[in-house]
């Protein structure tokens, strides 16, 4: 394995930028940067297509539904392949569909059910490139550093993301309307050439499959592991239940910033990018917040309980400034959560076997996510804007509560913590 990751004194770990996490790192970064672009212009596209809750909620249910369908199988494709081809191939294919959609807009032939197919089509490539993009950061970094890694990975991709893409789509979206999808269309395939470009790594995965050796068995066997794995089996339940209440807000925020708070288009960009600084102030301090509060798990549940008390908050105060500070603290919160929930899958995971344990974990604990989203709808529509702030918050709590019986297990077999 090449490994990039370099211990320091006092058991804190240091990571090397040059070679093949530099490249990987930009080409997150970059990618990140063509999201935050076309996350920015869809909602408000949407938005400007219909009034209605349910259908602008049907878009991020859709961008969700395919980890349902093909997410075992991206993983079970993912521990068979060339991860690092599969990521550029899969880029090259989501550049050329980006083009292809901002051509749709750029002659007015962009109605929602093109959103719906385009979401669709983005998720069903991205089962595969998320699956492979985490098996192969373990051939890239140490195991030592794998928190570190993800935690600048993450933190590097909020920064391009909410700093620099978000404030930029609207200047674009000024140009024209398909200005941000063209762009974003430019992103997949510079990030694509980036993982193109890796050399010299040699990922740990099983040889080429035997007749005996089918899909479908690689794909129970990494169920299996997830499953009997107790500490994962709860990880996954409570990212679940909480990915149910995750998904009616994303569906709806436009609408909770628009109705709720009654702001226009710059309060939606004021509460995403206080959202963006949160994000990145826990990516920068996940590793120094796990180490003073003890653990990884007992960071993990008191990340959850934070996210549930600023939800009801954001839910029940009509104030703009006090929702963007709100969405901050629930920012750092999922950061911090994200992180250590990765690197736990990771480090727990064999790593011949990674890309279909990390597999299972996405597809059970986002399977709710397209419910939740079409709930968030319909929760806008009939009972008020603010109801899914409080759907999200009461289910992340439920969530939270599933960690409590493994927290003194977990701790006590983890890995140690690195210092980003």
């Given amino acids: 394995m090449a490994s990039t990751g370099v211990g320091g004194a006092a058991g804190v770990v240091t990571l090397a930028w040059r070679g093949g996490f530099g490249l990987l790192w930009t080409a997150a970064a970059v990618s990140r940067f063509g999201d935050a672009l076309r996350g920015t212009a869809l909602p408000l596209l949407a938005y400007s297509l219909t009034d209605s809750p349910v259908l602008i909620s049907l878009v991020t249910a859709c961008g969700l539904l395919p980890w349902l369908c093909f997410g075992l199988l991206g993983g079970a494709v993912a521990d068979r392949v060339d991860q690092r081809r599969a990521m550029w191939v899969v880029d090259v294919l989501r550049g050329l569909l980006m083009a292809g959609f901002a051509l749709a807009v750029a002659l007015g032939a962009a109605g929602i059910g093109l959103l719906l197919a ?9 089962t595969l490139f998320d699956n492979a993009a985490t098996a192969l950061l373990p051939a890239v970094v140490s195991q030592e550093a794998l928190g570190i890694a993800n935690a600048r990975l993450m933190t590097g991709q909020e920064v391009l993301g909410r700093f620099v893409g ?18 974003d269309a430019v992103t997949y395939l510079v990030a694509a050439a980036l993982v193109a470009s890796l050399r010299g790594l040699t990922p740990s995965r099983p040889a080429p499959a035997r007749a005996a050796s089918t899909l479908r068995r690689e794909i129970a066997d990494g169920t299996r592991a997830l499953w009997r794995d107790r500490v994962l089996r709860s990880f996954c339940v409570a990212v679940a239940l909480g990915n149910v209440g995750i998904g009616a807000l994303i569906a709806t925020l436009v ?19 206080g959202y ?23 960071t993990l549940l008191l990340a959850g309980l934070l996210q ?18 709100f969405l901050g603290l629930f920012g750092f919160a999922s950061m911090v959560w994200s992180v250590l929930e990765t690197t736990v899958v990771q480090q727990r995971s064999p790593t011949a076997m990674l890309g279909r344990i990390s597999a299972a974990f996405r597809t059970v604990s986002v399977a709710g996510t397209p419910l939740g989203a079409l709930l968030g709808g319909a929760a806008a529509a009939v009972w008020g804007a603010n109801l899914p702030a409080l759907l999200a918050a009461a289910l992340l709590g439920l969530g939270v509560v599933t960690l409590i019986p493994v927290l003194q297990s977990a701790d006590s077999g983890q890995t140690p913590h690195t210092v980003p």
């Fill in 255 to 273: 609408v909770v910033v628009k109705e709720w708070l009654g702001a226009g288009d710059f309060g939606y960009a004021a509460v995403t990018t």
């Fill in 118 to 126: 385009l979401a669709f089509a983005l998720t069903t490539l991205q």
């Fill in 166 to 183: 978000g404030p930029l789509a609207p200047l674009l979206i000024a140009l024209g309307a398909a200005a941000p999808f063209a762009a």
């Fill in 276 to 298: 963006g600084i949160g994000m990145v102030l826990g990516g920068l301090t996940a590793g120094r917040v796990t180490a003073a509060l003890g653990g990884q798990v007992r």
């Fill in 308 to 325: 549930t008390a600023v939800l009801v908050a954001f839910g029940t105060l009509r104030s703009l400034w006090a929702a963007s500070a």
